[in-house]
């Protein structure tokens, strides 16, 4: 009887350490993919994926432009840049994903966050 206990634990043990290490692995294949794909989309290898998702009156999006202080939408751009127009100096793209929000769904943006910019070589 002691010894049918013992090997209900041990197998349980072992269980237990199975899904542990994989849950571990996947978490780090997680990480690493994250990474990876950011890499893969600043050396131009993939090209970054466009995004436009709207949630209540919350959008996210993302692009490649040449700009990345300017918001995707040009009412809600910031006070003294040359958003509408485009630039007399050639610049680098930048792969930037904005947060926009407004005052009612599908209304026009108020507030625009920016919440990555990945400059692209």
Do not use: N
């Not at 466009?50 to 939408?73: E, N």
């Amino acid at each position: 009887m002691l010894s049918a206990d013992v090997s209900a634990r041990s197998a349980t043990m072992r269980r237990v350490r199975a899904i542990g290490c994989a849950v571990i692995i996947g978490c780090v294949i997680l990480v690493a993919s994250c990474g990876l794909s950011g890499m893969a989309v600043q050396q131009r290898l993939v090209a970054g994926p466009g995004v436009r998702l709207q949630l209540g009156p919350y959008q996210l999006v993302a692009s490649t432009m040449k700009r990345p202080v300017c918001p995707p939408h040009q009412d809600a751009k910031p006070a003294g840049l040359p958003c509408s127009a485009d630039s007399l100096v050639d610049t680098e793209d930048v792969y930037v994903v904005w947060l926009l929000r407004s005052a009612q769904p599908g209304g026009r943006p108020e507030i625009a966050e920016q919440l990555l910019a990945l400059p692209l070589r």
